[in-house]
């Protein structure tokens, strides 16, 4: 198969997956003017939307004008808006369909067993735990770590598919008497005053991100609170916040993801803080 023509604003191919256009964003924007910039840290943040919205609306939402999306789109390698409206239509929706459509996949597929649902878990949580040690890189991990361990208390900040991974962590830290409090959000109680200058805050959202996750990690960034965040890409809205960032690329069933490298990571980091701030 011939490669794709490059759009007008751009040496490279076209991006022809989702994955694709993130890591072309990931090397792409610290290079942007300002307001290119400013579209794509929007883009990150929310990328379903470019599917159902127009050229205004999402110049609307970025606080941009409608020229620096066209712009944005050439400098991705697009030809327009539209061309690049057509990606996130068929790659992005087909990747996150609701969940009555996940579960007809799933028996289109033939994986409605409970032994067979098993059987495709399991490989694709031995991948995805694979490609962990890929995608975490080994000094932003000692970072996070060094961090972490120096924190007066941890705040653990993770709602949705990430909760179990914040929940994981405030049991294990309880158990070595590590200070951190979880921020679960039950009946809407807002903790984030409690984020202090010498604290740190483990942040976990993934795309579609968690608005909530990405307050409260900006709120604790502007109390001058360090941010260690277990994201999926680069271009996740909290690399704003000068977060260090753990990525986890999680594969799926039938779009189900599963957690098991999530949970690896969590894991890991919680006994490695655990061991260097009892000077084991």
């Not at 409206?85 to 007809?104: G, H």
Request: aromatic content about 8%; hydrophobic content about 45%.
């Amino acid at each position: 198969m011939s490669e794709p023509s490059p759009g007008p604003g751009s040496a490279s191919p076209t991006p022809e997956s989702m994955d694709a256009f993130f890591r072309r964003l990931g090397s792409a924007t610290d290079k942007l003017p300002k307001r290119l910039k400013q579209f794509a840290q929007y883009i990150a943040a929310n990328p379903d939307k470019v599917a159902v919205s127009t050229i205004a609306e999402l110049a609307e939402g970025a606080a941009v004008q409608p020229s620096a999306v066209m712009r944005f789109c050439q400098e991705m390698g697009f030809s327009g808006f539209s061309h690049m409206q057509k990606l996130f239509r068929s790659d992005y929706s087909d990747k996150w369909p609701d969940y009555a459509t996940r579960l007809e996949q799933l028996r289109e597929h033939g994986s409605d067993t409970p032994s067979a649902l098993l059987a495709e878990f399991v490989d694709v949580g031995r991948s995805s735990l694979e490609n962990l040690m890929v995608t975490v890189d080994p000094k932003a991990l000692q970072q996070a770590v060094d961090v972490l361990a120096r924190a007066e208390t941890i705040h653990l900040v993770g709602f949705r598919r990430a909760f179990p991974v914040t929940s994981y962590l405030a049991y294990a830290f309880e158990k070595m008497e590590v200070p951190a409090i979880l921020h679960s959000g039950l009946a809407n109680m807002n903790m984030d005053h409690l984020i202090r200058p010498n604290d740190a805050v483990i942040a976990a959202t993934f795309a579609p991100y968690t608005e909530l996750t990405l307050d409260i990690a900006a709120k604790a960034r502007e109390s001058g609170a360090d941010i260690v965040a277990i994201t999926d890409v680069v271009t996740s809205p909290l690399a704003r916040l000068k977060a260090i960032q753990l990525l986890v690329a999680e594969l799926d069933v039938g779009a189900f993801r599963a957690l098991s490298a999530s949970l690896c990571l969590a894991i890991a980091l919680a006994v490695s803080v655990g061991a260097q701030r009892n000077g084991k």
